[in-house]
C-alpha cells in the first residue's frame, strides 16, 4: 500500500519560514490533486493548499502570498514552503494525494507533523 511519510515540521519564530516535505513509498498513478491540510484542537481539517494534476493551484486565503505548494514528481514528493510565519499557522500539517479511477475517488493521506510558531 502506498504510504505518505512528511517531515520538515518543527519550532519557528513569528516571520521565520520553514518547508514542509511529503514524500510518497511508491509512484502514485491516477492523480487528480494533491495538497496540504491543517488541524488545531477543537477545530477540523482545513485545506491549506491544493495543486491539481494540470498544476493549477489554490490557497487558503490566510496563507496566500507566503505559502507556496510545488511538486517533483521524478522524486514522488511534494513540498509546502511557509514564510512569515504566524503563530495562527501553528498546527498540524497533513499532506494528501487523491486519486481517480474508474472506482472512483481515493485520498492517501500522511501522517501529520507538528508546526509550532511561538516567540
Known amino acids: 500500500q502506498v504510504q505518505l511519510v512528511e517531515s520538515g515540521g518543527g519550532l519557528v519564530q513569528p516571520g521565520g519560514s520553514l518547508r514542509l516535505s511529503c514524500a510518497a513509498s511508491?509512484?502514485?498513478?491516477?492523480?487528480?490533486?494533491m495538497g496540504w491540510y491543517r488541524q488545531t484542537p477543537g477545530k477540523q481539517r482545513e485545506l491549506v493548499a491544493r495543486?491539481?494534476?494540470?498544476?493549477?493551484?489554490n490557497y487558503a486565503d490566510s496563507v496566500k502570498g507566503r505559502f507556496a505548494i510545488s511538486r517533483d514528481d521524478a522524486k514522488n514528493t511534494m513540498y509546502l514552503q511557509m514564510n512569515s510565519l504566524k503563530p495562527e499557522d501553528t498546527a498540524v500539517y497533513y499532506c494528501?494525494?487523491?486519486?481517480?479511477?474508474?472506482?472512483?475517488?481515493?485520498?492517501?493521506w500522511g501522517q501529520g507533523t507538528q508546526v509550532t510558531v511561538s516567540s
Open positions: 494528501n494525494v487523491q486519486t481517480i479511477a474508474w472506482a472512483g475517488i481515493h485520498d492517501y
Open positions: 511508491e509512484r502514485i498513478f491516477s492523480i487528480n490533486a
Open positions: 495543486i491539481a494534476s494540470s498544476g493549477t493551484t
